[in-house]
Each structure stands twice: as C-alpha cells, then as structure tokens.
C-alpha cells in the first residue's frame, strides 16, 4: 500500500488495544492509536480497578466488626469519608494512565486523543477533520453501560460509570441488573453503609453461573443486609424532591437517593462507520470476527469486549497480543477461549472456572458432583455468620476436573491457581494426590472425597 500514512491503526487504547499497539510497534510496525476519552479504557478508567479498589473499601466495615472476637477493641467508632476514597482512586486512576500512555511513547507508538471514524477500509477520520491512510485497521473501542428500555424517568438513573464519580455515598440506593456489575456494586454500596435493593428481571442472580453458586451468593447477601427482588423490574423512576422513587413491575415502589442501572454493556460500535463498509455483526451484537480476530473486510480486525465474545480483560489483552503476533510477528495465533477462569468482587467473592453442573450434565455422559460448604476458621471467633461453598465438577469417564466453583475469602486468587489445574486437564485424582495445605480454606479443594451427587446420561434416560 503506497500511499499509507501507518501500517497500523488502532482505534480505542483500552487494554486490548494499548497491548495490540506495543507488540505490532516491537515487531516494526509504525503505529497510531486513537482515544477520544482517556487512555487505559474500561478497566483502568472506568471498570476493574476504580470497582476493586471500592470492593477493597467496601470490605473494611466487616474487618472492624470481626476484630472484636479477636480480642483487638476499637474505642472510636469508625467512620468512612466517601470523598477521600474517592479522591484517592482518582489519584491512582491518573497514575495507571500516565503508565500507560509512557508505555505507548516507550514503544514509539504514536496516541492522538481524538475519536476517529471509518471513512473506507483504510481510511480513518479524526475529529479535526484530519484523515490517516493505515494498510490495517484494529477497532478495540470495547463497551458501554447498556441502560435498558425507555421507561419513564430513565434519565434519572446512573450507570457503574457516574457510580464510580459520586459526591457523596447515597444512603438509600436501588441496583436494577442481576450481573457481575449489579451485585458487585450492591455489595460495595452495602459494605460502605447504604441501604440496598437489587432488583432483577431472572428468577436468580447471576445468570449463566452455577445454580448451586447462585442461590448460596443470594442467601450470602441477603445476610448482609441487602433485599433481592427477582423476577421484577423497575418500569418507571419519579424525581421527588431530594429521593428517586422506583416503581417496579408487581406495583411496588422503592425509595431511594440513587437508582442504579447495571443490565449489561454493549459493544461500542455506535457512529465508527463500520455499517457502511459493511463490517459483519454477530447476532449477539458484537463485531464478528474469526479465530485471528478477522472481521468480514479483509484488513480490519477487532479485539475485545467490541467483540462481545468473552469480556473480561485479560481476554482482551490476550486477544490482541495474538492479533499483533500474527500479522507482524510471523507467529499466527488463535486465542482459546475456553476455560477461562473468572471472578466475581462480590461480598461473599466468587471464583469459577468451566462448566456448570447443568452444562456439564447436557455435554457429558457421566458427571460426578463433589460439593462442600463449611464455616470458615475466621468465622470461629468473629462469630459473622458466613460459610463458605466449594463445588468440583468431574468428568465421570476420564476422571477429568471440568468445572470448579468457589463462593468465600480471596476466591479470585485461588481460581487463578486452580485455573492451571483444569486448563492442564487434570483429574481428579490429580487433585486428591495433592497434599493439603492445613490450616487453609483452600485444603476443602484437595480433601473433598465424598460425592454430593452422580449423573449418569444413560440412567436417566432409562
């Protein structure tokens, strides 16, 4: 291509895209990226960081409540400054940015930090009206709050976005979603003192986990003080005076200083020109691409959340690392997205990994449950009323660990772990010839020798 400004143009520096930029740029490749908001996308701005860092907030009122069976006595009653954490994740948020953006200038990457729209396939329109010839085009613009129907009063809602940027900590707030952001925001607002209503349109949180997961998360958080209202929605919000009222769909009404809505992110694909030059959509609403992160026009990929194929971001990241190895570093590579171990920041965390019980049973012939649920060792003296729940999903032929389930302390640091495990193929029996690491919640992972239930195709279908 003759006439090329770059070889590679890459719109959006969130995670997938800073990462496809410097690998494609170490290989040689002269490359721009676009951002028209900040660098480091949804989840250094605006998602996994700014959230964790309010989970880890959230969690401190249970710690000084716990101490006192420990012996330790608090003189002061605690008290928490919304704005100071605020102010102090604001800080740490410009911090990781600016990391990021010297990243880019390391690797001689050039960032213009303007929206840029598709004009033909290897042409890219930025805000001033400047155009950039690029021989190849990555589209990495991940998603965005999705806020639902238009009901009346909708313009009153937030989305995890403004939730993130508050003046202050609402006292009364209603989450209408039933997902990872919903009932992990319910648990921080919760942890950090407000009073909260979840209100979901499934018969259960968290759909697609593990059913089993499901209801012991549901009967966690509603320990915690939190009011689950499934199988309703919020139709209409009516602005009185200083409180919103919620009006859901058996025609109750809920007062609150803030309505929440976290129903689901969408790919952002809105106004890139991507409709005119006839850039395939995928029937559930993502960029379609294949197993190289190609779209339907031969020059242009896309990786991430854009994608709606897994996202979370270190799919992301792997997905156009991939993309780069491939076209610049000599090195084709396809992203394997299965198995990919996830977490929830819930209060209690969650941990999985593979299949659910019900997958496992549509997919296999013989499937072995093993199951546990314990009151943790710290529970013991804090007297909090929590247990713990594990569950191991096992291929009943071969023995293999096909799914693992994990509802208590630091679950997202143990999935990673185990995630080695079941990617690795490991059985069973691999997990019982592990010696246990005692006293640990973790050693229930090693030690579960009883079967909580076996399924059988054949049985059944007798």
């Not at 004009?119 to 930025?126: A, F, N, Q, S």
């Amino acid at each position: 291509m003759p006439d090329k400004d770059v070889d590679l143009f890459v719109i959006g520096a969130g995670s997938g895209g800073v990462r496809a930029a410097r690998i494609a740029s170490s290989y040689g490749a002269r490359v721009t990226v676009a951002e028209e908001y900040r660098v480091g996308g949804t989840c250094v701005i605006r998602g996994c960081v700014p959230k964790k860092l309010l989970v880890y907030a959230s969690r401190f009122s249970h710690e000084f409540e716990d101490a006192a069976g420990f012996g330790w006595h608090v003189p002061v009653e605690p008290t928490f400054s919304w704005p100071t954490l605020i102010a102090n994740k604001d800080r740490e948020i410009d911090r990781l940015e600016a990391a990021y953006v010297s990243t880019l200038e390391r690797f001689k990457v050039n960032l213009v930090r303007s929206r840029a729209v598709l004009e033909d396939p290897h042409t890219v329109r930025l805000a001033d009206g400047s155009r950039v010839r690029a021989e190849t085009i990555l589209i990495a613009t991940g998603g965005w709050p999705h806020m639902g129907p238009k009901i009346p009063g909708v313009e009153h809602a937030i989305s995890s976005n403004e939730a993130l940027d508050l003046t202050e900590l609402p006292k009364r707030v209603v989450v209408q979603g039933g997902g990872y952001i919903a009932v992990e925001f319910a648990c921080i607002f919760a942890g950090l003192g407000s009073e909260v209503t979840l209100v979901y349109r499934g018969e259960n949180i968290l759909r697609g986990f593990d059913d089993d997961v499901r209801e012991h998360l549901r009967n966690e958080m509603r320990s915690r003080g939190i009011t689950i209202v499934c199988g309703h929605t919020v139709t209409a919000i009516d602005h009185a005076g200083d409180e919103y009222v919620t009006h859901l769909s058996d025609g109750s009404k809920v007062a609150a200083d803030k309505v929440m809505f976290a129903i689901g992110r969408r790919p952002n694909t809105m106004g890139l020109g991507i409709e005119a030059l006839n850039v395939r959509i995928h029937e559930h609403g993502g960029i379609e691409v294949d197993d190289y992160s190609r779209t339907s026009v031969p020059n242009i990929y896309a990786v991430g959340d854009v994608t709606n194929r897994i996202n979370l971001t270190p799919v992301a990241i792997r997905e156009g690392h991939a993309f780069a190895d491939t076209l610049y570093g000599g090195k084709p590579t396809r992203v394997d997205h299965r198995d990919v171990p996830t977490a929830v920041f819930s209060e209690p965390e969650l941990g999985v990994i593979g299949l659910t019980e019900a997958e496992a049973r549509e997919r296999l012939d013989v499937v072995d449950v093993y199951k546990t649920s314990f009151r943790p060792m710290k529970a013991t003296l804090s007297g909090r009323a929590t247990r713990v729940f594990m569950k191991l999903l096992v291929d009943g032929v071969s023995g293999r660990v096909v799914g693992c389930h994990i509802a208590g302390p630091d679950a997202g640091e143990l999935i990673q772990l185990i995630g080695i495990a079941v990617k690795m193929g490991a059985t069973k029996a691999d997990f019982d010839a592990t010696m246990a690491v005692h006293p640990t919640m973790a050693e229930e992972l090693v030690t579960m020798r009883e079967k909580a239930a076996s399924y059988n195709r054949a049985a059944a279908a007798e």
